[in-house]
């Protein structure tokens, strides 16, 4: 099992402060362009290693037209003993019109773009403290682990008059995670909201 030292942790969480106030300071200027996006998603992650669902937080900001980071925080509902939390920084380049040419149509508001990133997940399996214990007695060693995630990703503007939706974007990705101790592909479908 890999153990991270500590002050490996100490600049994770330091890189990691920088990221959400440079989010944070961007934010004012971002509302006047909207170039900046917020939102949740429900994830399905399958593999023979490991399978779980989890509930993702996702921020995404516009450096240029077509290209866009987009960090996230997953938080996976437990299964059986084990927890985990995932870390993912990812790069999307944009395609706005590949969808309209694949379908020989005039529609707008669909846009494909590729993910690349990395991808840090802490996870932690429950061990018995004592054959006399009760199933909830269980300590939990977390561990964290470093890897990569790569896929492609859909973005549909929904199409309605209703002021609270008119900047709601329904999104579709997949992704195959490569990360120390699992690998797997992963299903995401969410709301993100464009400032």
């Not at 199933?135 to 990703?153: E, K, L, M, P």
Request: with cysteine; glycine share 6%; hydrophobic share 45%.
């Amino acid at each position: 099992m890999f153990h991270v030292k500590p002050k490996i942790m100490e600049l994770f969480r330091k890189v990691f402060l920088i990221y959400v106030l440079m989010f944070l300071s961007y934010f004012c200027y971002a509302q006047k362009r909207k170039v900046f996006s917020a939102g949740i998603s429900t994830d399905c992650g399958f593999g023979k290693e490991l399978n779980n669902f989890s509930s993702t937080a996702k921020l995404r900001y516009y450096l240029f037209d077509n290209f866009r980071i987009a960090p996230s925080f997953s938080f996976y509902f437990p299964k059986e003993d084990s927890r985990m939390n995932a870390f993912a920084f990812n790069f999307h380049y944009l395609f706005p019109g590949l969808a309209a040419d694949i379908f020989l149509s005039d529609r707008k508001g669909i846009v494909f773009y590729p993910v690349a990133g990395f991808y840090i997940a802490n996870a932690a399996k429950g061990k018995r403290v004592c054959s006399t214990c009760s199933t909830n007695a269980v300590a939990s060693n977390y561990s964290y682990y470093f890897g990569f995630d790569f896929g492609a990703g859909l973005d549909y503007d929904l199409p309605t008059s209703a002021p609270v939706w008119q900047d709601m974007t329904a999104n579709f990705e997949i992704q195959y995670q490569a990360v120390e101790n699992y690998r797997r592909p992963q299903l995401s479908l969410g709301l993100i909201y464009n400032f």
